[in-house]
């Protein structure tokens, strides 16, 4: 599957869409980015006179490029074409944080999976500034499951 189809897939749009690219992607991992813009809903009263992105939303973040996009490509093999949407339910997170993430900075995600069994993914996956800084890293799990059409 393509980096491109993948992101077609996801089902989310903005504002909550917080993948912009795909830079590489395989059975064992994956890594993307995202730049945070200046003026994102969530940046509104959260801390008045400098404003930070919230660890939910960086959590957020690692989930939507580290987890669903690569469950996206793994599962891709076995979801035929009555297939026509991704179901995704986070189970469970234990991240760690380092580093502030400001308005406007660009994040790199990079993700490996530990394992993809009965449709529960389980990956280890870390957050980078554009400088190589490390923001976040941790555990993020969930289920990865195709729909059926109607």
């Not at 813009?37 to 959590?59: N, Q, R, S």
């Not at 234990?94 to 999976?113: L, R």
């Amino acid at each position: 599957m393509k980096k491109k189809e993948i992101l077609e897939k996801l089902p989310y749009d903005p504002p909550f869409l917080f993948v912009e690219e795909l830079l590489k992607i395989n059975e064992d991992g994956v890594e993307g980015k995202y730049t945070l813009k200046t003026d994102e809903y969530f940046y509104k009263g959260h801390f008045k006179e400098k404003p930070v992105t919230p660890g939910v939303i960086l959590t957020e973040i690692m989930a939507q490029i580290g987890l669903v996009c690569l469950g996206i490509y793994l599962i891709s093999d076995i979801a035929e074409e009555n297939y026509n949407k991704i179901g995704v339910a986070m189970s469970s997170t234990a991240i760690d944080f380092y580093k502030p993430v400001f308005p406007g900075e660009s994040v790199t995600v990079i993700s490996e999976k530990q394992y993809f069994r009965f449709n529960k993914l389980k990956c280890k996956v870390s957050m980078y500034t554009q400088e190589n800084k490390l923001v976040a890293k941790g555990i993020i799990s969930g289920m990865i499951k195709p729909w059926r059409n109607g």
